[in-house]
């Protein structure tokens, strides 16, 4: 069976992220991908081989989606200013994504080489990030871990309606972001 005439891995890998952020990521299933498409499920394997691969593509890309948000977020930026900024977008790329950054967090094979290389960009992104720090590579690298935390901690508790109060939870995340970055530069032995 030959591929239906205008229909692209593309516009599938759209479409579903369309879905996914609308209904969530356990909504994106191949019939409801297929439906949603208005095509048969079968026409959906001439594209993709399967719900497998197709969260994989999906994770590869939310993570292209968050690294330029990132990226255009800190450019022109410098010191704990960009990564406020990185923290700012990774936030705000949750927020309207919420379905393609979950797809991000869940790749059914978090070593494929695609997702690897799409996550190594962010990482290398906020390393970039922390060279005024003049911190060791392993230095650095826990210091990006635990700003991702920090990120994913926020992004992920109000994605599930974890903060209820009527406090700015942006200036509650560029708070927590001054206390780690004034964390870091007070010790003499991080």
Do not use: C, W
Not at 13 to 23: I, K, P, S
Not at 65 to 82: Q, T
């Amino acid at each position: 069976m030959s591929p239906r005439m205008g229909l692209t891995r593309d516009i599938i890998l759209e479409t579903a992220g369309e879905m996914a952020d609308r209904n969530g990521l356990e909504s994106v299933t191949i019939a409801n991908l297929a439906k949603k498409l208005k095509i048969r499920p079968p026409s959906l394997y001439n594209h993709i081989k399967g719900l497998n691969e197709l969260r994989t593509i999906m994770a590869v890309h939310g993570l292209n989606g968050l690294y330029h948000a990132m990226k255009s977020a800190a450019e022109g930026k410098e010191g704990d200013e960009a990564v406020q900024a990185l923290g700012s977008s990774y936030l705000s790329f949750a927020r309207k994504h919420p379905g393609l950054y979950e797809a991000a967090l869940l790749a059914p094979d978090p070593r494929h080489q695609e997702v690897q290389e799409a996550g190594s960009l962010i990482v290398e992104l906020a390393l970039e990030s922390l060279d005024y720090l003049e911190l060791s590579k392993v230095d650095a690298l826990h210091a990006v871990r635990g700003l991702r935390g920090l990120f994913h901690g926020i992004a992920s508790l109000e994605q599930k309606s974890g903060f209820n109060l009527d406090l700015s939870v942006d200036e509650s995340l560029h708070r927590m972001i001054r206390t780690v970055l004034a964390g870091i530069k007070g010790r003499t032995d991080f």
